[in-house]
């Protein structure tokens, strides 16, 4: 099937659109500290797990090219995992979760979710592909889309003696209330690589990173 030219001429004009709004996008580097210097971690079995929550805006700001996340809804937690074993590990981030001070637990929301919801599919970055009868969208170099989901921490494999990081991101409904204040971050398990050995759970309370704020 042969795309007609007013189907070609929208696909143009979206990624002009696209491609203008990921000029204006900057992509901000998040630097790594050593894990010891993180006051939110814990150490299991040669493994540190440090986390990192973003609780405001402005600090939200020096990592992500968007204003007023958190207000939002969507506060980031950066992690930050520290393999000194001699194996590789693998984590499945399907299984992470906040438990809140109240007890409530929150799972993560996709990097493409949030940005969907807060910057909308027509600037996030997704260029329509035009492909004989059908589309398909993709994050391009340098948008939002692409910012957030390489930062994301997502499913993979951590080589002995390195350092691995990513952000989650957790929504809620109520932003004027800090959903780290009081609140741990549970990660089931982490797996080792070939024998399925589990190490964990790891279990970091947020406050002490809530208190000793860079």
């Known amino acids: 099937m042969i795309p007609k030219k007013g189907s070609i001429l929208l696909v143009l004009v979206l990624v002009g659109a696209a491609i203008s709004y990921a000029s204006d996008y900057k992509i901000k580097t998040v630097k790594i500290l050593p ?45 930050i995992i520290k393999n000194s074993s001699r194996d590789f590990l ?15 637990h929150l799972y993560s929301t996709p990097a493409s979710v949030l940005v969907e919801d807060v910057i909308g599919t027509k600037l996030s970055g997704k260029i329509p592909i035009l492909k004989s009868d059908n589309m398909s969208t993709a994050g391009t170099p340098g948008s939002p889309l692409y910012d957030f989901s390489s930062k994301e921490l997502t499913n993979r494999i951590i080589d002995p003696g390195s350092v691995t990081d990513g952000f989650l991101f957790f929504f809620t409904s109520h932003p004027k209330n800090n959903p780290f204040a009081g609140s741990s971050l549970y990660i089931p398990k982490l797996e080792q690589e070939g024998t399925g050995k589990g190490i964990g759970p790891f279990v970091i309370p947020l406050d002490p990173a809530l208190q000793n704020k860079k």
């Open 35 to 79: 894990i010891e210097s993180y006051p939110a971690r814990t150490t299991i079995s040669a493994i540190t797990i440090a986390a990192d929550p973003y609780d405001t805006d402005q600090k939200t700001y020096k990592a992500f090219d968007v204003r007023k996340l958190n207000s939002k809804g969507y506060f980031p937690l950066h992690i």
């Open 90 to 104: 693998k984590i499945q981030t399907r299984n992470i979760l906040l438990v809140t001070a109240t007890g409530q």
